[in-house]
């Protein structure tokens, strides 16, 4: 009854388990988005040969993409809860599809910039902080494990769509990528309108695991006054400023650093894009692997141990690679395979501390500030290490620092309360 009054959804086969094709369509939404926003990472040979733009200059760009995929994320958020999650979504995916079209004229670096601007707003739109909010709303049981399953397409993203950049550049040129992507997220627009549902409720069951059905919030703010509040009141919190620290150091670590610059590291040392980019994606394939089971020990584990051997043993990988250029055929993809299943490992832990310490329905917002740090980090990252490559011509210097703020956050999480006390703010979203 409550399905029929609510959205007219009662007639759906297989209600009962309608979670998991909530699961299938945000993964693969995910993917999609990671694909995107990778796409620069593949553009920076071909932009300096065909433009003649420096690496510090792309650099820019890659930083504004990173820092403003960060920003959204919260606003993103608060927007899913006051005007749903369809909406904001198809919005966001509408405007990477104008992007992926627009990309193809540019020309001078200021249209670079601009594209940058919207992949990032409409990736960060998609990212993690849809993840967090659909795994909130329609699982109790497992929820760390389907955290890793969405954390994992960004991995699954870079294994999907790296290779085939790679060699469509290669024998095509970069703009039949963009106009592949465009296609793609057209496509995506209408799979995902169709298939996804807001809440549990509107096909009429209870969250996975639960055991009542939960009636949608009637009180919606608006999006910007409602991330905006969520922030000043997680600030008051201990666990916000260490998990937002140690996130910095995430994205320095990852995004900012082998996402945006193995590429033309690997190019700087003779090493074709194709091969670099398939060392991209087998880091992805282990990543899946790595993220997946990550969720699952979340699920079961202390996320603070969890958190400190992930940032440890990415802080050794990072001091390996300098070394791993000159061992060989073997170097480079032992380190990817170390550095991937560790990737973005992190994500599942992350999200189980901030739902624990501020309830279930604002976790999403504030996991999109603490994404923001990881962006800044990433951001910051990525011009500072397209400045000293400039300067100095190598990337080593930028791999050791990162590995060496890896080891220091593996410290920093273990400050973390092992169970955090809910502000009285959020006390009642909490589970």
Same mark, same amino acid.
């Given at each position: ?11 759906? &086969? ?86 992926? =079209? ?97 809440? &549990? ?13 939960? &009636? ?14 969520? =922030? ?9 400023? =260490? ?28 090493? #074709? ?47 390996? =690679? #300098? ?9 480079? #993809? ?89 502000? &009285? ?7």
């Amino acid at each position: 009854m409550i399905a029929n009054t609510t959205t007219g959804q009662g007639n759906l &086969p297989n209600r009962r388990h309608y979670p998991f094709v909530v699961v299938g369509t945000t993964f693969v939404t995910l993917v999609s988005a990671a694909g995107v926003l990778s796409s620069l990472t593949m553009f920076v040979r071909p932009f300096e040969a065909e433009f003649g733009w420096s690496a510090s200059q792309i650099a820019g760009a890659q930083a504004l993409q990173i820092g403003l995929f960060g920003l959204t994320g919260p606003f993103a958020a608060a927007a899913m809860e006051r005007y749903g999650v369809r909406k904001t979504i198809a919005g966001a995916l509408a405007l990477l599809t104008c992007t992926s =079209l627009l990309i193809t004229r540019v020309s001078a670096i200021w249209q670079l910039l601009i594209c940058a601007t919207f992949v990032g707003i409409g990736a960060g739109s998609i990212a993690l902080t849809l993840g967090a909010t659909v795994a909130n709303r329609w699982f109790v049981k497992n929820r760390g494990t389907v955290i890793g399953i969405f954390t994992a397409g960004n991995a699954t993203g870079q294994l999907v769509f790296l290779p085939m950049f790679g060699a469509l550049i290669e024998h095509q040129g970069w703009r039949i990528c963009a106009y592949i992507l465009s296609g793609l997220t057209v496509t995506l627009i209408l799979v995902f309108c169709l298939l996804m549902r807001e809440r &549990p409720v509107d096909v009429g069951i209870p969250p996975w695991g639960g055991k009542a059905i939960e &009636p949608a919030p009637t009180h919606k703010r608006d999006p910007l006054s409602e991330a905006f509040a969520t =922030l000043r009141h997680a600030s008051h919190s201990r666990t916000f400023w =260490l998990l937002a620290g140690s996130f910095f150091i995430c994205g320095a670590s990852t995004n900012g650093l082998i996402g945006a610059h193995l590429v033309p590291a690997c190019g700087d040392r003779g090493i #074709p894009e194709t091969r670099a980019a398939g060392l991209l994606a087998l880091m992805g394939l282990f990543d899946l692997v790595g993220t997946t089971m990550s969720g699952w020990l979340s699920d079961r584990c202390d996320s603070r141990w969890l958190l400190f051997w992930y940032y440890g043993l990415r802080g050794l990988s990072l001091l390996f =690679l #300098p070394f791993a250029f000159g061992l060989g055929l073997f170097g480079l #993809p032992l380190f990817a395979v170390f550095y991937g299943l560790d990737w973005i490992a992190t994500v599942p832990p992350t999200i189980r501390i901030a739902t624990a310490a501020f309830g279930r329905e604002r976790a999403p917002i504030v996991f999109g500030w603490i994404a923001t740090a990881h962006q800044i980090g990433a951001a910051s990252t990525a011009l500072a290490t397209g400045w000293s490559r400039t300067a100095s011509g190598t990337y080593d210097t930028a791999f050791v620092t990162s590995g060496a703020l890896c080891i220091l956050g593996s410290m920093l999480v273990l400050c973390i309360a092992r169970r955090p006390q809910i502000l &009285p703010t959020f006390a009642e979203a909490a589970t």
